[in-house]
């Protein structure tokens, strides 16, 4: 079975400061991990994703993570925040043996605030 | 392009009445496509999910059905609504990516 952590459920940065979103998965095949980010009322977009290629992964909007294998991990990070990066974070994971057919086991997410 | 819709966006039902909730995908062929609800105090759970026409599996017991009837649309019902029925429904589809699952835009149920 496949779990998500997201530790911290609200997190608040001022404007310019990094952005340190947290994960921590458990699989017992190797994990296809993704971030997906939620605006208010909207449904959820793809930031990025790792299927087993370079564990340091690039997104969108100038996030980043890196995929951990020693200790489980796929934090999320921003060097710099923007007032735009105010938004709910959710990390997932799915099975990368084939027969999950692409299901998604969600993290309970963390709601990123920015501060001016 | 690929495309999700969802329809509608915002719904508000009677306990006791139908509901049908339609996707469609644009811009693939023979994709997976999967209905999830978000929901207080829930976080985000797979409804459905389905690989073709015609086949659906359901991850969890609930008062809900879903049907694909063609290769591209997918339709969440449920014959008499439940208050705990309530939620934001996200239709998704993988594009044919076998890993990688988009979202659309949602639809607001808000059983009364």
């Known amino acids: 079975a496949q779990s998500v952590t997201q530790l911290g459920s609200h997190v608040s940065v001022s404007e310019g400061a990094l952005v340190l979103l947290r994960c921590n998965y458990s699989s017992s095949v190797p994990p296809y991990l993704f971030w997906y980010v939620q605006y208010p009322n909207q449904g959820l977009q793809l930031l990025l994703k790792y299927t087993s290629a370079a564990t340091l992964v690039k997104g969108i909007n100038g996030f980043e993570a890196e995929f951990k294998k020693s200790e489980t991990s796929f934090h999320l990070t921003k060097p710099s925040a923007h007032m735009s990066d105010a938004a709910e974070y959710f990390c997932?994971?799915?099975?990368?043996?084939?027969?999950?057919?692409?299901?998604?086991?969600f993290g309970q997410g963390t709601i990123l605030t920015v501060h001016p | 392009s690929q495309t999700i819709h969802q329809w509608p966006a915002t719904l508000v039902q009677p306990v006791g009445s139908p509901l049908s909730l339609e996707c469609t995908v644009e811009g693939t062929s023979n994709p997976n496509l999967y209905w999830y609800r978000q929901a207080a105090g829930r976080g985000l759970q797979l409804l459905f999910y389905?690989?073709?026409?015609?086949?659906i599996s359901s991850e969890v017991p609930q008062n809900l059905s879903a049907s694909r009837p063609q290769d591209r649309q997918f339709i969440l019902s449920s014959k008499k609504l439940l208050l705990s029925d309530s939620g934001f429904y996200l239709c998704a589809c993988d594009f044919g990516s076998g890993n990688t699952i988009y979202f659309g835009e949602g639809s607001w149920l808000t059983v009364v």
């Open positions: 389905s690989v073709g026409i015609g086949q």
């Open positions: 997932a994971v799915s099975d990368m043996d084939g027969t999950s057919y692409g299901k998604l086991t």
